[in-house]
């Protein structure tokens, strides 16, 4: 899946649920984490699959 096939209204309801999780972590005193962040985006913004983002969560 590339950013272009993605639609545009997936895309934004993905974009805020991204930052919906990470200010939610942030809240319960999470420290940021750059690698884990940048997967979120990139599934929001298409690039990788959700199967792809679950794979990458559960080998943390």
């Known amino acids: 899946m590339t950013g272009?096939?993605?639609e545009s209204a997936e895309r934004?309801?993905?974009?805020r649920a991204v930052s919906a999780v990470i200010h939610s972590g942030r809240?319960?005193?999470?420290k940021d984490?750059?690698?884990w962040q940048s997967m979120l985006y990139r599934f929001a913004?298409?690039?990788i699959t959700r199967d792809q983002l679950?794979?990458?969560a559960h080998r943390r």
């Open 4 to 6: 272009s096939s993605l």
């Open 27 to 30: 809240l319960e005193g999470a």
């Open 33 to 35: 984490d750059r690698e």
């Open 45 to 47: 913004n298409g690039e």
């Open 12 to 15: 934004e309801r993905r974009l």
């Open 54 to 56: 679950r794979e990458f």
